[in-house]
């Protein structure tokens, strides 16, 4: 079935620190892709996505381009924050039948420190 | 406020007690899921629900049981809950055609003893 793939970290980074998580998926045509991101004792939120190939989603200075060559999707930000430490979750949909949702990755832990 | 809501957010119980954990939307939403999520598994899809008394499995149904009696609630229920079910579940909603566009509810944190 579909999957996702993504390091777990915790990924440490000092602050202005430029910011690369990656995600890599299995899947069947090109589906939509996302990130999702949990802060601290909150529910996911999805951060950006891209709905075809070559797309790049961007929102809160984070950035993804969707490259089907690659199966790749990896998550980006120029200078990160403190306020950026959370939980990320790279997720495509479920696939097959009558299924609903998401599939998500496992999560990568970025910690950032002042 | 657009919200998810889920109660409790913290419980802690004994095996083979019947719990309910209480979801909430006020967004109208006809689509509803519930997911648990477990250290190095990410979120495991249990339950979805595609409107008022439709509902479907998920990845991880076993052990649990939902309905959905009105638009608003998706209630998830552990009939006797065991210490394999001790996770963090989290409640989300969705509207038709955005299935991408999930809302998702603070989290409650089970633990079975």
């Known amino acids: 079935g579909d999957s996702v793939t993504q390091m777990e970290g915790p990924v440490t980074l000092s602050e202005e620190a430029f910011l690369t998580i990656n995600c890599t998926y299995t899947?069947?045509?090109?589906?939509?892709l996302f990130w999702y991101v949990q802060y601290p004792g909150e529910g996911l939120q999805l951060l950006l996505k891209a709905t075809k190939a070559d797309d790049k989603g961007s929102n809160k200075g984070f950035e993804a381009t969707y490259r089907k060559e690659t199966t790749s999707f990896h998550l980006e930000k120029g200078s990160v924050q403190v306020s950026d430490s959370a939980v990320y979750f790279c997720a495509l949909p479920h696939s097959g039948g009558g299924a609903d949702g998401l599939t998500f990755g496992k999560g990568t832990h970025l910690i950032i420190q002042p | 406020e657009a919200q998810v809501t889920q109660n409790p957010r913290y419980l802690i119980t004994v095996t083979g007690k019947k719990l309910t954990v209480t979801c909430s939307q006020n967004?109208?939403?006809?689509?509803m899921s519930w997911y648990r999520q477990d250290p190095g598994l990410g979120l495991r899809q249990i339950y979805y629900?595609?409107?008022?008394?439709?509902?479907d499995k998920g990845d991880v149904p076993e052990g649990y049981k939902v309905s959905r009696k009105e638009k608003r609630n998706f209630p998830l229920i552990l009939e006797s809950p065991s210490p394999n079910q001790t996770s963090l579940y989290f409640c989300?909603?969705?509207?038709?055609?955005?299935?991408?566009?999930?809302?998702f509810g603070p989290g409650t944190r089970l633990t079975v003893t």
């Open positions: 629900s595609m409107n008022v008394e439709v509902t």
């Open positions: 967004m109208n939403h006809e689509y």
């Open positions: 899947a069947t045509g090109y589906p939509s």
């Open positions: 989300a909603s969705r509207p038709t055609g955005r299935f991408y566009e999930q809302y």
